[in-house]
């Protein structure tokens, strides 16, 4: 059965659908057969960055009615054959999701699939609680300032209330230079602050949104980027392999220490 | 002299974050809050003569527990308790 893993933030606009896609790319890259399940509904976005708006025909909410089989509302990915999209509905709102039948449909798909990643919505409301609920791990996503730790703060707790075991770290939009100059919260202090296992530091790069309007996933066609290279590492610390975390310039000396904690 | 440098935002941040999660963690209001650091040093000033500015509260989430730590400096202990 496939590790089926809510990522998530509190925060609005962190990184979590493009982490989602990035991540599903590497994983599939690794041959694992991936699908991302866009929780956000009524603002969908997965699709989008994924370049996949035009193939949609059904919807999560299609599957939750009745209106089709799990399989004819999978959309697979242009690059990578193990990839696969769940699109979110565009036309209702999170009120009207029935978090038992989101459950059902992930269980149903989880015995098919390595993993299965549902990219959360912004908020802590009922978008949340139905990305959450199918999930058994967590991946949350952290910019460095203080509004974006406390809000994954708040986040942890719930997440934890929810007997979500597994909650691993992604810092994104780190960038190098200011922390050097301290006028950015190091990755040291984020992980001594929120006590999750670190799996990823990704620097801030303007590939990721250049490959974000051409909704080419970044992994897919600018594998040498270093957000991509980031990205790929985060895979493959899921996949649980020991991936040293190198620096992201060559000045820099001071956040090679990490550590994981609260084993 | 430096008395105007202003201080490194990098730790500004750090220290902002730890004050607020502080508040944040304990899901009590900020009345509820002052009335727990209240109670706690009503309490330990029955047995010990503290220094009451100098109480730091501080709570972390460790291993899905919640910890609630509190560093109270004793000045001395009260021998006249019953
Ligand atoms: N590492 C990065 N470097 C540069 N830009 C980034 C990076 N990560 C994300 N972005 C940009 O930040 C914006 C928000 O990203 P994204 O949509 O993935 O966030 P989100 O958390 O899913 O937002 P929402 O809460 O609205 O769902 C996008 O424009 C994206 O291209
Ligand atoms: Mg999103």
């Given at each position: ?34 699908v ?13 960055v ?15 009615e ?56 912004a ?64 990755a ?15 620097p ?36 649980g ?21 609260g084993? | ?82």
């Open positions: 059965m496939g590790r089926t893993i809510v990522v998530t933030a509190g925060k609005g606009g962190v990184g979590k659908t493009t982490i989602t896609a990035n991540l599903g790319a590497s994983l599939s890259k690794l041959g694992r057969k991936v991302l399940v866009d929780m956000d509904i009524g603002l969908r976005n997965l699709d989008v994924m370049g996949l708006e035009n193939r949609i025909v059904y919807n999560i909410m299609d599957i939750a009745g209106r089709c089989k799990i399989n004819q509302a999978l959309v697979r990915d242009k690059r990578q054959s193990g990839l696969f999209l769940l699109p979110a509905s565009q036309v209702h709102t999170k009120e009207d999701v029935d978090i038992d039948s989101i459950v059902s449909i992930i269980s149903a798909i989880e015995n098919s699939f390595d993993y299965v990643l549902l990219d959360s919505p908020g802590i409301e009922k978008g949340f609680e139905s990305a959450v609920a199918p999930s058994k791990e967590g991946l949350v996503v952290v910019t460095p300032d203080v509004s974006s730790v406390r809000d994954a703060d708040r986040v942890i707790g719930l997440l934890e209330n929810r007997g979500i075991l597994g909650l691993s770290l992604v810092v994104n939009r780190y960038d190098v230079d200011l922390v050097n100059r301290k006028k950015m919260l190091n040291d202090s984020i992980v001594e602050i929120l006590g999750l296992d670190l799996v990823g530091i990704v801030e790069d303007k590939a990721v949104i250049d490959s974000t309007n051409r909704g080419e996933i970044l992994v897919n066609y600018y594998a040498n980027t270093i957000a991509a290279r980031a990205f790929e590492n985060v895979a493959r610390r899921i996949e392999e020991n991936v040293p975390f190198v620096s992201l310039n060559s000045q820099n000396k001071g956040f090679m220490k990490f550590f994981r904690r084993k | 002299m430096k008395l105007f440098r202003r201080r490194r935002s990098d730790v500004i941040a750090e220290e902002r974050l730890k004050f607020i999660l502080v508040q944040d963690r304990s899901l009590l209001t900020p009345a509820e809050f002052e009335r727990m650091k209240e109670d706690i040093i009503r309490v330990i000033s029955n047995y010990f003569e503290i220094n009451k500015s100098g109480i730091e509260l501080n709570i972390q989430r460790e291993n899905r527990k919640t910890i609630l730590e509190a560093t109270v400096p004793v000045i001395s202990v009260k021998r006249s308790s019953t």
